[in-house]
């Protein structure tokens, strides 16, 4: 089944730099690949997702990149804020969501 | 997207008894799963709801652990059975959104058994 690998565990930015978490893949089939954020109490909310047709996805701040050849993809944040302070994490799906398998997680803190 | 209820929010239970978690969507979906959060970890798959038949466990879930009810297209519910501390987690219920097969979160269940 699919594996998929969240580097690094932990990331602390000042207010206003850049933050980018990556992902690999294992299984070549895998072609949706969500972001989720966790902030202490919630649950996962979808940030932003690409599909394997795509090579890259913006949305504001936040921008995704998918490297197929290379099975990974990675979040970029840009302009860091104090509320994106969360934990971020990465999934892969290959056929449908029974199967989707998600990272360990990125504890983001940004410091004002 | 979809609007997803879970309750209760966070229990504290007595070791060898059974909570049961329910999930309100408020819209009808086709896809509904139960995740589980173990401390400071990652998003695990317990099993994909089904309506009108039998939950889909993954590996290293049982029906007898984790019973899962799906009366409905809006509803479901998560029986945590016998607990130990070690079933101590955070309990997801998500749906997939039909019309962008995008997957969503409920709030959460913090459950801690003593």
């Known amino acids: 089944g699919e594996n998929v690998e969240q580097h690094p565990s932990t990331l602390s930015v000042q207010e206003g730099d850049s933050a980018v978490i990556k992902c690999t893949y294992s299984?070549?089939?895998?072609?949706?690949f969500p972001w989720y954020k966790q902030e202490l109490g919630k649950g996962p909310q979808l940030i932003i997702d690409?599909?394997?047709?795509?090579g890259e996805k913006k949305d504001q701040r936040i921008a995704v990149t998918l490297n197929k050849t290379a099975k990974h993809f990675s979040l970029h944040i840009t302009e860091t804020q104090p509320e994106d302070s969360a934990v971020y994490f990465c999934?892969?799906?290959?056929?449908?969501?029974?199967?989707?398998?998600f990272g360990a997680g990125t504890r983001l803190t940004v410091k004002p | 997207s979809a609007v997803i209820s879970q309750k209760p929010s966070r229990d504290i239970c007595q070791r060898g008894t059974s909570l049961t978690i329910q999930c309100q969507v408020d819209?009808?979906?086709?896809?509904m799963f139960w995740y589980r959060q173990q401390p400071g970890q990652s998003l695990t798959l317990i099993a994909t709801?089904?309506?009108?038949?039998?939950?889909?466990?993954e590996s290293g879930f049982v029906i007898d652990k984790f019973p899962i009810s799906r009366p409905n297209l809006t509803f479901s519910t998560l029986t945590v059975s016998n607990m130990s501390p070690e079933d101590s987690s955070i309990y997801l219920c998500?749906?997939?959104?039909?019309?962008?097969?995008?997957?969503?979160f409920g709030s959460g269940t913090q459950l801690s058994v003593l």
């Open positions: 998500s749906v997939e959104d039909a019309t962008n097969e995008k997957l969503f």
């Open positions: 299984d070549s089939a895998s072609n949706y």
């Open positions: 690409i599909r394997s047709n795509v």
């Open positions: 999934a892969a799906a290959p056929y449908n969501n029974n199967d989707m398998r």
């Open positions: 819209s009808q979906v086709t896809m």
């Open positions: 709801a089904n309506q009108g038949s039998e939950a889909t466990y």
